[in-house]
C-alpha cells in the first residue's frame, strides 16, 4: 500500500510559478512517478514522469520547456516544478505511482496503482 499527498497548488497569476510536491509513505520509493492534471469537464491527461532514479523523464508537449519533474528519494518525493504558466494549465494536479515500472516513464492512467487527493491549481490571466 501506498500513501500519496500531494501539496504546493495555489492561485497565481499567468506567467508566474509553482512548485508541486508529492510525498510517498509505505513502500520503497523505487517506482516510476508520474502527474496528471484534470481541468473542469476534460478527461484527466498526463503531465510528466520520472523514474525511479531521476534517469528519465516525460512530459506533455504543452508543458516541455516549463515544468521540471524531479525528485528526491531520501524524502519519498516528487515535485513538479511550474514555470511560465498560463491559464490553460488551470486544472487539479494529480500524482499517482507505478509500482510495476522502475525504469520507463509511463504516460497511460491504467498503468498507474496509487493516486494522490490532487491540488488545484489556478492560473488567472
Known amino acids: 500500500q501506498v500513501q500519496l499527498v500531494e501539496t504546493g497548488g495555489g492561485l497565481v497569476q499567468a506567467g508566474g510559478s509553482l512548485r508541486l510536491s508529492c510525498a510517498a509513505s509505505?513502500?520503497?520509493?523505487?517506482?516510476?512517478m508520474g502527474w496528471f492534471r484534470q481541468a473542469p469537464g476534460k478527461e484527466r491527461e498526463f503531465v510528466s514522469a520520472?523514474?525511479?532514479?531521476?534517469?528519465?523523464?516525460s512530459y506533455l508537449d504543452s508543458v516541455k520547456g516549463r515544468f521540471t519533474i524531479s525528485r528526491d528519494n531520501a524524502k519519498n518525493t516528487v515535485y513538479l516544478q511550474m514555470n511560465s504558466l498560463k491559464p490553460e494549465d488551470t486544472a487539479v494536479y494529480y500524482c499517482a505511482a507505478d509500482m510495476t515500472t522502475s525504469w520507463g516513464t509511463p504516460r497511460e492512467k491504467y498503468e498507474y496503482d496509487y493516486w494522490g487527493q490532487g491540488t488545484q491549481v489556478t492560473v488567472s490571466s
Open positions: 509505505g513502500r520503497m520509493f523505487r517506482y516510476a
Open positions: 520520472i523514474s525511479w532514479n531521476g534517469g528519465s523523464t
